[in-house]
């Protein structure tokens, strides 16, 4: 009996001890959050990934990112190589599968990465771009800690922090990373008590050194062309400052737009907003839905004569913290076909070179990054993937306000156990070991610059017996081509495009 109790108290005395080693530690949120119990999920991943896969991750195969790349990203936000033995799982002989073409004669990769400069001929303070950064995500959406943690990786990384359209917070700017301020159909942070863009406090707020771009948000796509509503209870004080609404009411982020109704007015408006941020790199976000508001919006373009300085192009397979199942799922034009359209529309109307292209939907490891660029895009973002790096478990709470690793949550509970210092750290790695494995694909492609990658670099398989290359499978425009004669695939959307509506009949 007495032997016994000695084993209790000494087991209890070791979870105790345990406990508060788990709860001082900085570099495991869930540790941190649940303290002794949570060491059963690194005791499953050491012993057997079936267990792990049962116990944890068990219906891994359907979530929006796979296990593979999952682990990609912790790897390399841990700062552990990444590399793997034994060969590829992926069925290369399946229809669909898609390869980048190496060249015979490699290159080498040069000692900086690249990087790309946004800022057209009506833009004073052109502000130059990496290759990866991180998309568009709200104060609201993360949590405090998540934000610090980002814009502290930024800022160790040189790259861009979006702040989504929840408003520039004291988070944002605390650690000095590069800002990209997006504003949404609810103007949070810039917008009167009625809910119309505030012109003063946009041009205060812009000059701000850590603000480096200004993003109108048109669409994301998650949930293309429906708005947003925080409820009162979670519009706390913080979040109601911040946005500048009534405290404790619904938060509603209408569907569309009050600056603009025409391609147009949304063209005039984005260089307002360049004007009214001193110069600075003015643009827009979308998720493409038809080709003619497309070259809607690039017939505007020519008319007001001005051109935004870069266009983000976000594809339906993107994330969101809540969005109805058939908007995920079943609104919006997929990336690849969104990007190729908006390179193609401004290349066709002799416009390219002044606009810049983020492409966003899934960017998550190097190959990625040349895909999109091959695709048409200068530059990435990525949203999840960083979210990942920054501790997300992929839990998919973020709507519930339960998220257990600390990013997607209000709950300050939740959001101390995220270790800013430690995030932050793993976000820089993760974004320069991604932008150093992008770079040595194009090295081994024969590439250096981003800029020398064309459509002949990524071939599709197209059946069981061939493969086609994407310059072969889509049509690639020519400098001004629209302008002077539109190719037949074009000429229909082309001839519908009108800069003074959207919604032209798409053929
Ligand atoms: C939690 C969360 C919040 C987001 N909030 C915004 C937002 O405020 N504004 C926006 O333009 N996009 C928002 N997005 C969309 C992302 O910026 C991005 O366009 C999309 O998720 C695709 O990137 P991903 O596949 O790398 O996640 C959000 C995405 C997530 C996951």
């Not at 934000?147 to 790259?159: D, Q, V």
């Not at 809910?195 to 048109?218: N, R």
Request: glycine letters at 12%; one cysteine or more.
């Amino acid at each position: 009996m007495g032997r016994s109790r000695w084993v209790v108290g000494g087991a209890g005395a070791g979870a105790v001890g345990l406990a508060a080693w788990d709860l001082l530690q900085r570099k495991h949120t869930i540790l941190r959050r649940y303290p002794v119990v949570g060491h059963l999920r690194y005791l499953l991943e050491d012993i057997r990934p079936e267990l792990q896969q049962y116990f944890i991750e068990r219906d891994w195969d359907g979530r929006p990112f796979d296990r593979d790349t999952r682990s990609v990203v912790y790897e390399r936000a841990k700062g552990i190589h990444g590399e793997r033995p034994f060969g590829t799982e992926l069925d290369v002989n399946e229809v669909g599968y898609e390869y980048l073409v190496h060249s015979a004669a490699p290159a080498d990769p040069p000692d900086e990465p690249a990087r790309v400069v946004v800022g057209g001929p009506d833009c004073s303070r052109p502000y130059s771009m990496a290759l990866l950064n991180v998309s568009a995500m709200s104060f609201g959406a993360l949590s405090a800690n998540a934000i610090r943690a980002l814009n502290k990786g930024a800022a160790l990384g040189g790259f861009a922090h979006d702040t989504g359209e929840g408003g520039l917070s004291p988070y944002h700017l605390e650690h000095g990373g590069d800002i990209v301020w997006e504003i949404g159909t609810g103007y949070f942070g810039a917008r009167t008590k009625d809910g119309d863009f505030d012109p003063a406090t946009f041009s205060d707020k812009a000059s701000g050194d850590s603000v480096k771009c200004v993003s109108l948000k048109l669409s994301q796509g998650a949930k293309p062309g429906i708005g947003g509503v925080l409820p009162g209870a979670k519009v706390t004080k913080e979040i109601a400052d911040i946005r500048q609404v009534p405290q404790g009411e619904k938060c509603v982020s209408p569907s569309s737009h009050r600056v603009f109704h025409t391609p147009v007015e949304l063209i005039e408006f984005i260089g307002r907003m360049r004007e009214l941020a001193g110069g600075k790199p003015a643009g827009f976000k979308l998720c493409v839905g038809s080709r003619v508001d497309v070259l809607a919006i690039c017939k505007a373009m020519l008319e007001v004569g001005t051109t935004p300085d870069f266009i983000v192009v976000d594809g339906s397979e993107g994330g969101t913290g809540a969005a109805p199942l058939e908007f995920e799922d079943h609104v919006g034009m997929p990336l690849t076909h969104g990007l190729m359209t908006v390179h193609n529309a401004l290349v066709g109307v002799g416009l390219r070179d002044r606009v810049r292209i983020g492409a966003s939907g899934k960017v998550a490891a190097g190959n990625d990054i040349v895909k999109r660029v091959i695709q048409g895009a200068d530059y990435t973002n990525s949203a999840r993937a960083m979210m990942m790096a920054a501790g997300c478990i992929q839990a998919q709470r973020c709507h519930t306000d339960k998220c257990p690793s600390g990013v997607a949550t209000q709950n300050p509970r939740r959001a101390r156990a995220l270790d800013v210092g430690d995030k932050s750290e793993r976000v820089h790695r993760y974004q320069q070991a991604t932008v150093d494995e992008a770079m040595r694909i194009m090295a081994a492609m024969g590439v250096t610059d981003p800029s020398r990658l064309t459509p002949h670099h990524l071939r599709l398989n197209v059946s069981a017996t061939r493969n086609q290359s994407y310059a072969e499978l889509y049509d690639w425009l020519e400098p001004g081509q629209l302008l002077a004669e539109p190719p037949r695939d074009w000429a229909h959307d082309w001839a519908s495009a009108s800069a003074d509506h959207f919604g032209g009949r798409q053929s």
